[in-house]
C-alpha cells in the first residue's frame, strides 16, 4: 500500500459527459501529480501541484482542469469527455525536498463509451 | 526534450534465473534521476529502484539492481532470482533535477515462468 487514495477506481460514462477524480496523498506529502497512461500513449505527465499551487503542467488538454485542496488532497477535472480519454489515470505524491520519489496511487480507470 | 526507450517490448524467464530488461534514454542534461517502476496485473506502479546521475555507484535494492553507464546514457535493470511475483510491466523513467516530471518508457511486460 502505497498510502496514495484514488477514487473511484473505476468509472463508466459516456461522451460529452464531465467526470472529477479525486486523490489524496500520502500523509505530510506536499506535491501532488496527476498521470495519464493510455494504450497509445503510455505513461504521460498531466500536472503537478505543491501546496495547493501549481507547480509544473504537461501534456494536459484544455478541457482537464485541476487543483490541490488545503487539505492536500487533488481533484482532476475532465470534461466534454471524448472516447480518446478513456485510460487509466494515476495520482502520485511526493515528500517535500528536490526530486524525492514518487508514490502512486492504484489509479481511476476511465471508460468512455 | 527527454526521452526514454525500452526496446524489449515482452520478456520472459524461468523461476529462479537471472534477467536484464533494458533503457536508454536521451537527454543534454547533466543532473537527473532514473527510475524503474512495477506495474503488475493489478496496475499499481510501484517503485523499485531509484538511481541518481551524480553517483557512479550502481544502485541495488534486494534482487534488483541497476547497470548505469551514464556516458552510453544506458539504464538497465537486472532481477536476480526471478519470482513468479515479479511478473509485471517495467517502466524506466527519467525526470531532470528540479523538474520533479517523470517520463516514462513505453514499458517491457516480464513473465516469470514455473
Known amino acids: 500500500d502505497s498510502g496514495v487514495t484514488q477514487t473511484p477506481k473505476h468509472l463508466i460514462t459516456a461522451t460529452g459527459q464531465r467526470v472529477t477524480l479525486r486523490c489524496s496523498p500520502r500523509?505530510?506529502?506536499?506535491?501532488v501529480y496527476w498521470y495519464q497512461q493510455s494504450l497509445d500513449q503510455g505513461l504521460q505527465f498531466l500536472i503537478q501541484?505543491?501546496?495547493?499551487?501549481?507547480?509544473a503542467k504537461g501534456n494536459i488538454l484544455e478541457r482537464f482542469s485541476a487543483q490541490q485542496f488545503p487539505d492536500l488532497h487533488s481533484e482532476l477535472n475532465l470534461s466534454s469527455l471524448e472516447l480518446g480519454d478513456s485510460a487509466l489515470y494515476f495520482c502520485?505524491?511526493?515528500?517535500?525536498?528536490?526530486?524525492?520519489?514518487?508514490?502512486f496511487g492504484d489509479g481511476t480507470r476511465l471508460s468512455i463509451l | 526534450a527527454q526521452t526514454v526507450t525500452q526496446s524489449q517490448p515482452e520478456m520472459s524467464v524461468q523461476e529462479a534465473e537471472t534477467v536484464t530488461l533494458s533503457c536508454t534514454y536521451d537527454?543534454?542534461?547533466?543532473?537527473?534521476?532514473l527510475f524503474w517502476y512495477k506495474q503488475p496485473p493489478s496496475r499499481q506502479m510501484i517503485l523499485v529502484i531509484r538511481?541518481?546521475?551524480?553517483?557512479?555507484q550502481n544502485a541495488t535494492e534486494n534482487r534488483f539492481s541497476v547497470n548505469f553507464q551514464k556516458a552510453a546514457k544506458s539504464f538497465s535493470l537486472k532481477i536476480s532470482d526471478s519470482q513468479l511475483g515479479d511478473t509485471a510491466m517495467y517502466f524506466c523513467?527519467?525526470?531532470?533535477?528540479?523538474?520533479?516530471?517523470?517520463?516514462f518508457g513505453k514499458g517491457t511486460k516480464l513473465t516469470v515462468n514455473p
Open positions: 537527454t543534454s542534461e547533466s543532473n537527473y534521476y
Open positions: 538511481q541518481e546521475a551524480y553517483k557512479q
Open positions: 500523509s505530510g506529502d506536499l506535491s
Open positions: 502520485a505524491s511526493s515528500a517535500q525536498g528536490n526530486n524525492q520519489p514518487q508514490h
Open positions: 501541484y505543491y501546496n495547493g499551487e501549481e507547480r
Open positions: 523513467a527519467f525526470m531532470v533535477s528540479g523538474s520533479e516530471k517523470l517520463v
